[in-house]
């Protein structure tokens, strides 16, 4: 019986583990590196408050490579290096629209120029596709699949996404 118990107690124990794929102790140094690069120059919102919210429109401000590997489902790609104004032309100014990246920095600095172009409801997307991975949200690939994989820019920053199969 005790071996019943102990075994149903393990079971228990891993059931209230995070789900999210990372340790508390990766989330810490993941924050603390999102501190330090990002200015905090904009809104920011967490995928955990905006994954089941609807009229959303999500902007992909990586390169189109990383695009193709995996999106958030129904993003508009617009870049980074190339962005183009004409990109954004046809959506209302007062649209509830988040920017998001690998991780938060190009995509915080679209939202400042998507600011200045008079968007209203803009936000970046804290920690990027990686945290949006990392929540449990999912991605899909060029092709409107489900997948696992996330393109990680490259090696260096692949050490940052927690949950899924890394591409770079």
């Given amino acids: 019986m005790k071996i019943f118990y102990s075994i149903n107690l393990f079971f228990l124990f891993l059931m209230n583990l995070p789900s999210?794929?990372?340790?508390?102790?990766?989330?810490?140094?993941?924050?603390?590196?999102?501190?330090?690069?990002?200015?905090?120059?904009?809104?920011?919102?967490q995928a955990g408050e905006v994954m089941r919210q609807s009229n959303i429109i999500f902007l992909d401000a990586r390169e189109k490579p990383e695009f193709e590997v995996s999106h958030i489902p129904n993003a508009?790609?617009?870049?980074y290096d190339n962005f183009?104004?004409?990109?954004?032309?046809?959506?209302p100014k007062n649209q509830k629209i988040i920017v998001y990246c690998s991780v938060g920095y190009r995509s915080e600095k679209i939202t400042e120029k998507?600011?200045?172009?008079?968007?209203?409801?803009?936000?970046?997307?804290?920690g990027g596709v990686f945290a949006w991975k990392h929540a449990g949200g999912?991605?899909?690939?060029?092709k409107g699949q489900t997948t696992e994989k996330v393109h990680t820019f490259n090696k260096d920053w692949s050490q940052w996404l927690f949950k899924g199969i890394k591409v770079y």
Avoid: C
Wanted: charged content about 25%; cysteine-free.
């Fill in 20 to 45: 999210h794929g990372q340790t508390p102790k990766q989330q810490q140094a993941f924050d603390q590196m999102l501190e330090n690069l990002l200015t905090h120059s904009v809104k920011e919102v």
């Fill in 76 to 79: 508009r790609w617009i870049g």
């Fill in 84 to 91: 183009d104004k004409k990109s954004v032309a046809n959506l």
């Fill in 114 to 126: 998507l600011l200045k172009m008079g968007f209203k409801d803009i936000a970046n997307l804290y």
């Fill in 138 to 142: 999912k991605v899909v690939n060029s």
